[in-house]
């Protein structure tokens, strides 16, 4: 069964450092998404991504973070300078087009675990 | 501005109990209405959703949700709880006229005990 994988599953950084987090969400999927979630508390929505481009993003979403899809498989999400309150579990999720079978949910990763020092 | 509340932290149950996890919601067009669960150290794991067709959504491993259009309401439910139930539920809601926008509640820790 296709699923959505993500690497690192953990990374481990210094504040003030870059962090890139990888996505390959499922093929022929086209809405992709990365929410995060701080100690299993409730998933807050960073960035959605359709048609190459960001079609929504959340206040968190600040110019400290950008995401690519530079190769038509791969779904990233950079963060360019740290800070501590970034440690979180990052999730990365596709679902297909409207109307499409399996419409409506979201396929989720098994997520990357960002700690910040 | 589309929504979904989780009025509930927490819920308790004993196993065998039946259960319910509450859910509302509020979109502009017609929801698409979703339930995940999450075990410690996991991701999201998709349960069961509504998004047309028979109010009542049987979905994995025994649990199910009714829509309720006039009370905006999609409640998690189980005839029998398991202690293996135990997790974190998260209710989700996606608006059919803005697909892009796919949001969670606040999430509702469920304890079953023996």
């Known amino acids: 069964e296709p699923e959505v994988t993500q690497t690192p599953s953990h990374q481990v950084t210094q504040m003030g450092q870059e962090v890139i987090l990888r996505c390959v969400p499922i093929?022929?999927?086209?809405?992709f998404y990365w929410y995060r979630q701080i100690l299993g508390q409730k998933v807050e929505f960073l960035v959605s991504?359709?048609?190459?481009?960001?079609?929504?993003k959340s206040e968190i979403f600040d110019d400290q973070f950008s995401v690519e899809r530079p190769d038509g498989s791969n779904f990233t999400l950079k963060i360019r300078s740290t800070k501590l309150e970034d440690s979180a579990m990052y999730f990365c999720?596709?679902?297909?087009?409207?109307?499409?079978?399996?419409?409506?949910?979201?396929?989720f990763g098994e997520g990357s675990r960002l700690t910040v020092l | 501005a589309q929504s979904v509340a989780q009025p509930e932290d927490q819920v308790n149950v004993a196993e065998g109990n039946p259960l319910t996890v509450k859910c509302t919601y509020s979109?502009?067009?017609?929801?698409?209405l979703f339930w995940y669960v999450q075990y410690p150290n996991r991701g999201l794991q998709f349960l069961l959703k509504?998004?047309?067709?028979?109010?009542l959504v049987k979905g994995s491993y025994g649990f199910e949700a009714e829509f309720n259009k006039s009370q905006t309401s999609f409640h998690l439910k189980k005839p029998s709880a398991l202690v293996s139930d135990s997790a974190l539920y998260f209710c989700?809601?996606?608006?059919?006229?803005?697909?892009?926008?796919?949001?969670f509640g606040s999430g509702t820790k469920l304890n079953v005990k023996p």
């Open positions: 093929s022929n999927h086209l809405y």
């Open positions: 989700a809601v996606r608006d059919e006229n803005n697909f892009n926008k796919f949001y």
């Open positions: 979109v502009s067009g017609n929801p698409y």
């Open positions: 991504f359709y048609n190459n481009e960001i079609s929504e």
């Open positions: 999720a596709s679902s297909p087009g409207k109307g499409a079978i399996g419409t409506g949910e979201l396929f």
């Open positions: 509504y998004i047309t067709g028979d109010n």
